[in-house]
């Protein structure tokens, strides 16, 4: 913890059920300056998680009592706290792909532990709203407002109303991106630089972000804003609002 500053350094809460690597990533988030707690256990987790409110829960996939895509699931129905995944299989990022479960990242063991931390550091950052006079302006592009400043994007229906938009960190820093610049079309090694900044995403999890994204917008009675443009990369279209 920082003694210059009044405010507690971020908590994360470390799921792994394997002492070894725990301890390692425990130690090495301590020596970064972080506050970090342990469990072993999915379902000890989800109830440190909801006692704790932690900053940022770095998750294995494989754990007992109740498995990491599981909690993931219900970390996300109360809330967009960054999560990091962890796991020792290729077919479970291809699950994590495939379900769209809203994760904010991943790695792959074995790991290099301060790797680990500069991602966590990455995420974080990543969740921290942008403090310059720019930022404070609300993004607007058609019926979409963006306010970085509070962390929120709404969608406006047709007849006025606002709907808050679930978006995960990840999710809302590409809408924010794409919306700053509408119809512009952004190559996805620029989406990946500029929205999961020091993290190894390759271009499908782009594509994975994006298409959760654009399903919300849906949902959310926006049609579908996120064209791709084949070969290129993605733009915002918002069209005659």
């Known amino acids: 913890m920082n003694s210059s500053s009044s405010l507690p350094s971020p908590l994360v ?7 070894g690597i725990s301890s390692i990533l425990m130690a090495y988030l301590e020596r970064d300056g972080l506050r970090a707690q342990h ?13 704790l409110r932690p900053d940022m829960v770095l998750l294995d996939i494989h754990i007992p009592g109740m498995d990491g895509l599981d909690v993931l ?9 960054p999560v990091i995944m962890v796991t020792a299989l290729a077919d479970d990022i291809d699950k ?15 790991f290099s532990p301060p790797e680990v931390v500069a991602r ?7 969740a921290q709203p942008p403090s310059d006079a720019k930022a404070a302006q609300p993004i607007r592009a058609g019926r979409i407002e963006i306010n970085q400043e509070a ?10 109303r606002a709907v808050p938009l679930p978006l995960t960190l990840t999710e809302f820093r590409l809408l924010a991106c794409l919306a700053a610049q509408p119809r512009r079309c952004f190559s996805r090694s620029h989406l990946i630089e500029n929205c999961l900044p020091e993290s ?9 972000h994006l298409s ?3 399903r919300k917008l849906q949902q959310a009675g926006q049609g579908d804003l996120i064209e791709t443009v084949r070969g290129v990369g993605y733009r915002l279209w918002p069209g005659e609002h």
């Open 13 to 19: 809460l470390v799921v792994e059920d394997e002492p």
């Open 39 to 51: 469990s072993g256990n999915g379902l000890e987790a989800l109830r440190m998680f909801r006692q």
């Open 96 to 110: 994590l792909l495939g379900l769209r479960l809203g994760a904010d990242d991943y790695v792959v063991k074995p």
């Open 200 to 208: 190894d995403a390759l271009d499908r999890v782009i594509d994975s």
């Open 120 to 126: 966590v550091r990455a995420v974080l950052r990543r």
């Open 151 to 160: 962390h929120e994007a709404l969608a406006y229906t047709e007849d006025g």
């Open 212 to 214: 959760k994204l654009r």
């Open 73 to 81: 699931r219900a970390i996300r129905e109360e809330g967009q706290t």
